[in-house]
């Protein structure tokens, strides 16, 4: 089956430094990724879909210029959160829809980011 | 706008029970449906997905779908401890772009 990476899976960073996330598709291209947010106990957020090539299409209430997304090739999206703080502490997973419908969601094991 | 409704739980079976666990969507062009699995601390896995009325099975698992309804359900059968997890439904929309539910945590007890 499609797997997808990410990297790091836990980060822990002072407040005010930007972190980097990389999500890659190690056996399929993905012209589309999708970068969620996951709080405690919280469903699943989408943030952005990351497109191939173009920019990135945020969610409402996402601010772009503080989660940078670029995604250079057809197997790797990155995102970078940029300032950090603490209430962006939280479960960070991409995910590449795969399959002949399309609709079919690969999830990458995630990156959960602690922010001090 | 796509809604899906998930009871959020916690959903508790004794082992061995069937677990059933509920879906509600509000498009009715939606065509297909999908269920995910997720531990604890971990991303979610899809389990399955159903895209005709009726029922599809695979193993302990069945997914039910009834567009008239606009219901999607998934029944696990012998429920084991390792079922224990939050259990996502989800709808895909343009783009590509899923909408989920916001998940129904299972808790099966020895």
Request: hydrophobic share 30%; net charge neutral.
């Amino acid at each position: 089956g499609a797997v997808v990476s990410q990297h790091p899976s836990w980060v822990i960073c002072k407040s005010g430094t930007s972190v980097k996330i990389e999500c890659r598709s190690l056996d399929f291209q993905a012209t589309t990724m999708f970068w969620y947010r996951q709080f405690p106990k919280q469903s699943l957020m989408l943030m952005a879909t990351s497109n191939e090539g173009s920019k990135a299409t945020y969610e409402q209430g996402v601010e772009k210029d503080k989660f940078l997304i670029n995604h250079a090739s057809l197997t790797l999206s990155t995102l970078t959160v940029t300032s950090a703080h603490p209430e962006d502490s939280s479960f960070y997973i991409c995910s590449a829809p795969v399959g002949g419908t399309g609709n079919e969601q690969f999830f990458g094991p995630g990156t959960r980011l602690t922010v001090l | 706008q796509k809604e899906v409704e998930q009871n959020s739980g916690p959903l508790s079976v004794p082992e061995g029970a069937i677990a059933s666990l509920n879906c509600t969507y509000s498009d009715r062009g939606s065509q297909s449906f999908f269920w995910y699995r997720q531990y604890s601390g971990k991303s979610p896995e899809l389990i399955m997905f159903i895209y005709s009325n009726g029922d599809k099975e695979d193993g302990r698992f069945t997914a039910q779908l009834n567009k008239a309804s606009q219901y999607v359900s998934l029944l696990i059968r012998d429920s084991q401890p390792s079922d224990s997890a939050t259990y996502l439904c989800a709808v895909p929309g343009g783009s590509y772009i899923p909408t989920f539910g916001r998940g129904t945590s299972l808790i099966v007890h020895p």
